[in-house]
């Protein structure tokens, strides 16, 4: 009898002991509740749990053929869940209910929310980039917009966002990353990181710790190809590795792992960590003790197209333990290569029924099991609500970086006579926000010049580029937006030459420049003498109202570079006016 309840005491003791030390990546509430529906389900519909596919938030018709691909993915092979993209808050909310009706099992539903709702749908929600974020230094932000945003999740039926981003970007040439960062210093990612992961899993949604195990040091985009990274562990724990593991120590739900290939960690040719079981086991399980859910990152990238067939990666993402398959390219044909490796014996039953567990638990931490529905008569009251709005121009406010100023800026009000010329530069990129820019900056400004006019440039090449230089003298100031910033499969987040030429053929004739980055901030490097430099981080509406605002002293800078430029403006480095 004492030793039965010495046996008690010690698992007690254990129990507690585990429940006290702060690391809860698990979503176990009720194990008996997961462990009878695991109990019922069929090989094949344990590893359908695994697949997560894609579609847009568009609403679907039971004739669309996109209704008809999803209907015989969830009650014919009864898969997961699904990851959405473009679309329309209402829409895809009413067409998550309705996908919901058709599955046993609720779906777990995600989608790639980093900066806001309005990342992916139009009427959605946008706050500044990561940078901006790392520039405010001010981490109740951080946690104020990750609440929001789950706030927005939840009232649309999503269930996991695939954010924060925690790569340490220490690349200047990182074509994907850059300014989805919060910076290039360790732990300001670590601390701006991990305020975010509490506002969005303290609102039920699952935060995604990304791109493990980190894409900040790379020139080449996933989407193009796979990246090759030749540095150790002792790097890798300096740097990369310091907010991850910050993360899973407090608690974290998920990790994403990057198409990124690390020979020091998996000497196998072009493996990616995302099918490398020395990466997603070794290092993230074992070492770091991780024991949320893993993920990968979108399959249909280059990365992996390039390099394995879909059976090659189905069978290598069981083998190296991930529980998220994200967008395989065929859902069906990965099920299937999966069950036949294990009733060939390559792979245990037991294997599979660890990531199904995992993935039922998550689907009871949300409550999803009690409703997997939505209210879509209160969604709109919730999504890009006024205090959204707010929240997301206070951090804009607090993020803009002054970072040169030779007695140029504020631009004095009341002064009507100065003329003004508004030349916008962009590579790559649509220029979306560049008319927002120039409506907004007359409407501003209008107090202040007797007259703005409006030039363009298309992708590096200057409109009217001699008539321009032949004007140059009819202009008291000339404010230079530049929208260059990070796009997917763009490949680059450089600026064109002949815009830097004309940049510093204005500085070196004395004129009033002001360049506003409204995306990449290391751009300066390219006319480092101009007289007024502001980082902005990002081209959404609310910063380009701060940035505006900072020109004519409304507001005072307060911002601090999250990166450094050059050795004259290092991390840290920011400006405000003396008044």
């Known amino acids: 009898m004492k030793k039965i309840f010495l046996s008690f005491l010690l698992i007690f003791v254990l129990a507690n002991s585990f429940t006290d030390s702060g690391i809860n990546n698990s979503f176990s509430k009720n194990p008996s509740k997961v462990d009878l529906i695991l109990g019922k389900m069929s090989l094949r519909e344990k590893i359908a749990q695994m697949i997560v596919t894609y579609s847009d938030g568009v609403y679907l018709d039971e004739s669309d053929a996109e209704y008809k691909r999803l209907d015989k993915l969830i009650t014919g092979e009864k898969i997961g869940g699904i990851i959405f993209f473009k679309g329309k808050v209402l829409e895809e909310t009413r067409t998550i209910n309705k996908l919901q009706a058709l599955s046993e099992i609720p779906l777990l539903i995600s989608q790639d929310f980093e900066r806001g709702t309005a990342m992916r749908l139009e009427d959605g929600s946008i706050f500044p980039n990561n940078m901006a974020i790392g520039a405010t230094r001010n981490k109740e932000l951080a946690y ?45 990612v670590s601390e701006m990181g991990l305020e975010m992961i509490r506002g969005l899993q303290d609102g039920n949604v699952i935060a995604t710790a990304k791109h493990f195990p980190g894409h900040g040091d790379t020139d080449i985009d996933t989407h193009n190809d796979l990246p090759v990274i030749n540095y150790g562990m002792d790097r890798l724990n300096k740097i990369e590795l310091v907010p991850f593991k910050n993360a899973v120590n407090n608690g974290v739900k998920s990790v994403m792992l990057a198409h990124i290939s690390f020979p020091e960690l998996d000497k196998t040719p072009n493996i990616p960590s995302s099918l490398s079981p020395a990466v997603a086991t070794g290092l993230l399980k074992n070492q770091l003790n991780f024991n949320g859910l893993v993920v990968t990152d979108a399959l249909n990238m280059s990365g992996i197209t390039k390099y394995f067939t879909t059976e090659q990666v189905a069978l290598s993402c069981v083998e190296a333990g991930i529980d998220l398959i994200l967008m395989p390219q065929g859902e069906t044909r990965t099920i299937d290569a999966i069950e036949k490796a294990v009733n060939s014996g390559k792979f245990t039953e037991e294997r599979i029924d660890a990531s199904a567990k995992k993935i039922l638990e998550a689907k009871e931490w949300l409550k999803l099991f009690d409703n997997k529905y ?204 003396k008044k």
Not at 499 to 519: E, W
């Open 374 to 577: 939505t209210d879509e008569s209160k969604v709109m009251q919730v999504v890009n609500s006024e205090y959204a709005q707010e929240l997301s121009q206070t951090i804009a406010d607090q993020s803009i970086t002054l970072v040169r100023n030779d007695d140029v800026l504020p631009i004095e009000k009341k002064k009507t006579n100065d003329k003004c010329l508004i030349l916008s530069m962009y590579y790559g990129n649509e220029p979306e926000n560049t008319q927002y820019f120039y409506e907004e900056f007359t409407k501003q400004t209008g107090d202040v010049f007797n007259n703005v006019v409006k030039t363009m440039a298309i992708n590096g090449d200057i409109i009217s580029l001699e008539a321009a230089f032949k004007k140059m003298d009819d202009f008291d100031f000339y404010v230079i937006p530049l929208f260059i910033k990070v796009k997917m499969k763009s490949g680059s987040v450089a600026m064109n030459e002949s815009q830097a030429d004309y940049i510093n053929f204005l500085t070196y004739n004395n004129k009033k420049v002001i360049v506003i980055s409204f995306g990449n901030p290391y751009l300066m490097d390219n006319f480092p003498e101009v007289p007024a430099y502001i980082c902005a981080y990002g081209d959404s509406k609310p910063s380009i109202k701060a940035a505006i605002k900072s020109l004519i002293g409304d507001i005072n800078p307060k911002g601090k570079l999250p990166v450094t430029i050059n050795d004259n403006y290092k991390f840290g480095h920011g400006l405000s006016y």
């Open 144 to 188: 104020k917009m990750g609440f929001q945003i789950s706030k927005e999740c939840r009232a649309i039926g999503v269930h996991q966002n695939y954010s924060p981003v925690l790569d340490v970007n220490n690349n200047p040439k990182n074509p994907i990353i850059n300014v989805r960062s919060f910076g290039e210093d360790p732990a300001l």
